[in-house]
């Protein structure tokens, strides 16, 4: 991966469209890993189903309040599997899904528009959702579809979540070691290629427009992936949210955390 970035950052002084359209993809092409799916199995009132591709993880089919849930960025969803346990025992209809090219899905490209379009899917094919749980990028999909009222939950519950598109973008582009030129370049094929602009997704827009729903934010201060101050720029404008911050679980541990666990449940069991 050294070279191709070496020889990508090289080429991008003579073809800066062609490197630009490549860094995309690459952005967009994540590592898939079912690991922790076959434990699904085994649990009682569970049932996989695949619509249009997408596989969805399902639970308690004759509850009434739906939970949806979607993981992040190369991920799955066993990640929520300690959240999904508990949420099961409370008589929650559970439907947790794997974004395109994520875990039992199809697909080989993801980006926070496609997760976001896997939600509104779900929500077409079971009915609209109670609560909405979101982690890393899934947190910034479900924010993003609720934002745009292509979903309308009572309840949003965002993990870890980047609240900012062209700050992950920037990050990125830090990583491979873009020029300023070729960050430019970049950002306007990623808005070719996804339809949107990356500044659909910042904290001040994003804050306004889920005002009207009920929110929780998690998210710990070390976290290395994504920044706390970006959840916490997102609290600022978003008027009916809490933020929690967790302490030394980082950006994966903190689903694993029976506190943090807790914390979700009682949120979406309180009226």
């Not at 899917?121 to 009222?149: N, W």
């Not at 970006?230 to 030394?248: A, P, R």
Request: net charge positive; hydrophobic share 40%; with cysteine.
């Amino acid at each position: 991966m050294k070279i191709i970035i070496l020889s990508l950052n090289f080429l991008s002084i003579f073809l800066p469209g062609f490197v630009a359209k490549a860094y995309a993809k690459l952005f967009q092409s994540p590592k898939r890993s079912d690991t922790g799916l076959s434990t699904f199995n085994e649990q009682e009132k569970y049932k996989l189903e695949y619509h249009d591709g997408i596989a969805f993880h399902c639970w308690n089919p004759n509850a009434e309040k739906i939970i949806l849930l979607m993981h992040g960025w190369e991920g799955n969803s066993s990640n929520f599997s300690l959240f999904i346990s508990n949420l099961v025992q409370e008589k929650f209809r559970i439907i947790s899904i794997d974004g395109p090219g994520h875990g039992l899905s199809k697909g080989k490209r993801a980006n926070p528009f496609i997760f976001a379009n896997a939600i509104v899917r779900a929500s077409k094919i079971y009915g609209q959702p109670y609560a909405l749980i979101g982690h890393s990028m899934g947190a910034g999909a479900a924010a993003f579809a609720v934002s745009q009222k292509m979903i309308l939950p009572e309840k949003l519950l965002l993990v870890a979540s980047p609240s900012d598109l062209k700050g992950v973008l920037f990050r990125f582009s830090k990583m491979v070691g873009m020029s300023a030129s070729l960050f430019s370049a970049f950002l306007k094929e990623m808005k070719k290629q996804t339809g949107s602009d990356a500044e659909d997704i910042n904290p001040r827009k994003l804050g306004q427009l889920l005002k009207n729903v009920d929110g929780l934010i998690l998210h710990c201060r070390n976290d290395k992936e994504i920044p706390f101050e970006e959840s916490v720029e997102l609290n600022k404008h978003w008027k009916t949210s809490k933020l929690v911050q967790i302490d030394n679980l980082g950006h994966r541990r903190i689903l694993k955390d029976g506190s943090v666990s807790k914390l979700v449940s009682d949120f979406i069991k309180n009226n």
